[in-house]
């Protein structure tokens, strides 16, 4: 039991790297946001105040998490459990997508905000700053603050998601 434990909380601690790649450590997309919420996290598991997270601190932290994804309050992070608390993590995150799409502040992205949320990436893929983007910038060319992966296309980067590249399919 201790060890199923174990192999779950592992789990959840890989978990992190790829929330906070998804989350604004590739640059000024949601920078500032993820931002404030790791400086919340951060103080939230500094329990003595001191500016720096000791083991213990993030263990028990750690151990907080872990049992708000263990619904059922019986020891163990099963399958279910992990697989409720990814897809909460998710919506979160797409709600904050979403949020930074709806330009005009309505509570609702329009298909014109959503056309026009992809003028960030044009702006790193059009290096020449031309006002177009040519294949050689699409397929060659990194995006500078898109991932930390540069140099590396996107089969090459988290099945393709992190941005570094684009490859041109028409």
């Known amino acids: 039991m201790?060890?199923?434990?174990?192999?779950?909380?592992?789990?959840t601690i890989a978990l992190t790297p790829a929330l906070a790649h998804s989350e604004g450590m590739k640059g000024k997309h949601g920078g500032e946001e993820f931002k404030a919420r790791?400086?919340?996290?951060?103080?939230?598991?500094?329990?003595?105040?001191?500016?720096?997270?000791?083991?213990?601190?993030?263990?028990?932290?750690?151990?907080?998490r872990a049992a708000e994804i263990d619904?059922?309050?019986?020891?163990?992070?099963?399958?279910e459990e992990i697989d409720v608390?990814?897809?909460?993590m998710r919506l979160k995150r797409q709600q904050r997508m979403l949020n930074r799409m709806d330009t005009d502040g309505d509570g609702a992205v329009s298909t014109d905000e959503f056309a026009r949320?992809?003028?960030?990436?044009?702006q790193h893929m059009d290096r020449?700053?031309?006002?177009?983007?040519t294949m050689e910038e699409a397929t060659t060319r990194p995006m500078k603050g898109y991932g930390k992966h540069h140099g590396k296309?996107?089969?090459d980067t988290?099945?393709?998601?992190?941005?570094?590249?684009m490859e041109c399919t028409r």
């Open 2 to 11: 201790k060890k199923l434990f174990a192999v779950a909380l592992l789990g």
């Open 38 to 64: 790791m400086i919340e996290r951060f103080k939230a598991a500094d329990e003595n105040g001191d500016d720096k997270l000791t083991k213990a601190e993030i263990y028990q932290s750690r151990g907080k």
């Open 71 to 79: 619904t059922n309050d019986d020891g163990v992070i099963d399958v």
């Open 85 to 88: 608390a990814r897809k909460e």
């Open 117 to 122: 949320s992809g003028t960030r990436m044009m």
């Open 128 to 133: 020449d700053r031309d006002g177009v983007v």
């Open 153 to 155: 296309g996107l089969s």
């Open 158 to 165: 988290h099945g393709g998601m992190s941005g570094c590249k």
